[in-house]
């Protein structure tokens, strides 16, 4: 099987590449903010899950991974900065939608009703 889960050869959905591409980002957004100097790591956290409280409050209850994915695609995480601010003030390293957002989508995900283990589950 090819990695978008069909035939050898055969590229990805558009949906799968979607995800793809979306899921290397908050993976990378998680590793930059594991890697924030303990000095920062309280505030980075902080608002990463500042930003899991908004991502709950934008998809509601139940979601799907393409529902996650569609609104990253469709806002990105700039909408991030101004709950980063709020949240820490006095630690604008903390404020990268980039870190901070994609650690947030990515940490979310685990809540989608077909995500487990890791992974997308097949519909």
Known sequence: MAAGGGPPGA???PAMAGFETAL???REGERRAAGASPEERHA???????VVAQLRRKLG???TVDE??????REGTGW???IAVRAAPDQ???W???TVGDAAFHRYLREAVDYAGGRRLSA
């Open 11 to 13: 590229l990805p959905s």
């Open 24 to 26: 290397q980002q908050w």
């Open 44 to 50: 980075v956290e902080l608002v990463i899950d500042r």
């Open 61 to 63: 209850g139940a979601f």
């Open 68 to 73: 996650l994915v569609a609104l990253y695609e």
């Open 80 to 82: 991030t900065l101004d």
């Open 92 to 94: 604008p390293r903390a």
């Open 96 to 98: 990268d939608g980039r």
